[in-house]
């Protein structure tokens, strides 16, 4: 069963930073089927990122996503007031078909 | 635009059965993937499964025993059963859109999720 571990788990920066979270799967995952979404509190999670580096809808190019096999990576370029969140990512393919890791809290 | 929208008593009996039902607009429900997820309070998220606008469905084996999802493309609905639950299913319950292509498979559309809480 694949496990993804995301890190850190809270990062503490500050509006104009460029903040990297880590997401490290047990396993390879399969063609690099892996998200990330941002979710803020009371609200449901957003997609961010799919295919490990392609922008979903809307998504403001200060995201990027970067990675293969077992490690994966989210960029913020320039951290903005609303970008402060908690972040995970999801694999798909894999054993169970479907996991999410922990969450990495962006916090200000 | 996309809308889901999740519906169901907010509070279950231990060893009851849990239900809910998501109602989707905006979108034809054929040719998707529909899933259900779960937040339990403070913690992370967890896919419960999904079905198929045909009636298919894949079930996340941790939950499996427990669970039914059923499709209504007349209706434009999705629902989930879960039944014997315990305090352990409290949590917030969210539909959402599974989109599963050349890219994998990721969760493009949620509704806004709906508390439930398992108690006596």
């Known amino acids: 069963e694949i496990v993804l571990t995301q890190s850190p788990g809270t990062l503490s920066l500050s509006p104009g930073e460029r903040a990297t979270l880590s997401c490290r799967a047990s396993q390879s995952v399969s063609s690099n089927y892996l998200a990330w979404y941002q979710q803020k509190p009371g609200q449901a999670p957003r997609l961010l990122i799919y295919?490990?580096?392609r922008r979903a809808t809307g998504i403001p190019d200060r995201f990027s996503g970067s990675g293969s096999g077992t490690d994966f990576t989210l960029t913020i370029s320039r951290l903005e007031p609303e970008d402060f969140a908690v972040y995970y990512c999801q694999q798909y393919g894999s054993s169970p078909l479907i996991t999410f890791g922990q969450g990495t809290r962006l916090e200000i | 635009q996309v809308r889901l929208q999740e519906s169901g008593p907010g509070l279950v009996k231990p060893s009851e059965t849990l239900s809910l039902t998501c109602t989707v607009s905006?979108?034809?429900?054929?040719?998707?993937?529909w899933s259900w997820i779960r937040q339990p309070p403070g913690k992370g998220l967890e896919w419960i499964g999904y079905?198929?606008?045909?009636?298919?469905?894949k079930y996340n084996s941790s939950l499996k025993s427990r669970v039914t999802m059923l499709v209504d493309t007349s209706k434009k609905q999705f629902s989930l059963k879960v039944n014997s639950v315990t305090a352990a299913d409290t949590a917030v319950y969210y539909c959402a859109r599974l989109v599963v292509g050349a890219a994998g498979g990721s969760f493009d559309f949620w509704g806004q999720g709906t508390p439930v809480t398992v108690s006596s």
């Open positions: 905006g979108v034809s429900i054929s040719s998707y993937y």
């Open positions: 079905i198929y606008y045909g009636g298919n469905t």
């Open positions: 295919g490990a580096s």
